[in-house]
């Protein structure tokens, strides 16, 4: 796949906190629209501790570019709250040295968060080796045959996380989600474009005659 797509490499995000954030902004929406209520939310207060202290409305109202504002204001104001008692300087700066699993464990006991947002705070704010898996990760990650179809978008996170090496965990996600974006879409995957389907059972499948489907499946 890296022949297909390069060798992505690895640059900071920001701030762990920050990087929450932001992923709890981007659920259910494009990076355009979360981008833009990210913007405004830092541009309408200035310090995470204005955010908490605000009324819940007025965050709403700053992040209503990226969708599902009055869900999303909360969730934020309630982990940001969570994060700032715990009096770390700076904040969650013991994700950088924690065992991967405790770092995990230290990010989803946050309210509303669960593994995807820590495993994204974790791989691009702190270059930990987390493997986010959003909706392209599991979708192409279910058809190649990495994970089985009846796993969990939830506990795929661990399942494919142990399959690949720590020093390739952000390569594979960037490039399965661009692998997920171009060629193996949601609806009629372009199998004839696939740099992987040799390796594909999805791919395998589909190739096979149809007398020969129909015999397995009897």
């Given amino acids: 796949m890296n022949e297909s797509y390069g060798t992505p490499q690895w640059q900071p995000s920001g701030a762990p906190v920050d990087e929450?954030?932001?992923t709890i902004l981007s659920q259910h929406t494009?990076?355009?629209n979360s981008r833009r209520a990210y913007a405004e939310l830092r541009r309408r207060f200035p310090t995470w501790e204005a955010v908490v202290a605000a009324p819940v409305e007025e965050v709403a109202a700053a992040i209503r570019a990226g969708g599902l504002a009055r869900q999303k204001a909360p969730r934020i104001q309630a982990a940001l709250a969570a994060i700032l008692a715990s009096g770390e300087d700076p904040p969650l700066a013991s994700l950088a040295t924690l065992p991967l699993p405790e770092a995990k464990a230290r990010l989803?006991?946050?309210?509303g968060v669960g593994p995807k947002t820590a495993?994204?705070?974790l791989l691009f704010a702190c270059g930990r080796p987390a493997l986010p898996v959003d909706t392209h990760v599991y979708r192409v990650s279910r058809r190649i045959g990495l994970i089985d179809p009846?796993?969990?978008e939830a506990d795929a996170h661990d399942r494919l996380e142990a399959l690949v090496d720590p020093e390739?965990?952000?390569?594979?996600?960037?490039?399965v989600i661009r692998h997920g974006r171009q060629v193996c879409v949601a609806t009629r995957p372009r199998c004839d474009r696939c740099c992987l389907t040799d390796l594909c059972?999805?791919?395998q499948h589909q190739e096979r005659p149809v007398h020969d489907r129909a015999g397995a499946s009897s």
Avoid at 108 to 111: G, I, K, Q, V, W
Avoid at 168 to 175: A, P
């Fill in 20 to 22: 929450l954030v932001q």
């Fill in 30 to 32: 494009s990076d355009v």
């Fill in 108 to 111: 989803t006991a946050l309210p």
């Fill in 119 to 121: 495993a994204c705070v």
């Fill in 150 to 152: 009846n796993v969990s």
């Fill in 168 to 175: 390739d965990v952000y390569t594979f996600h960037v490039n």
């Fill in 201 to 203: 059972d999805y791919a």
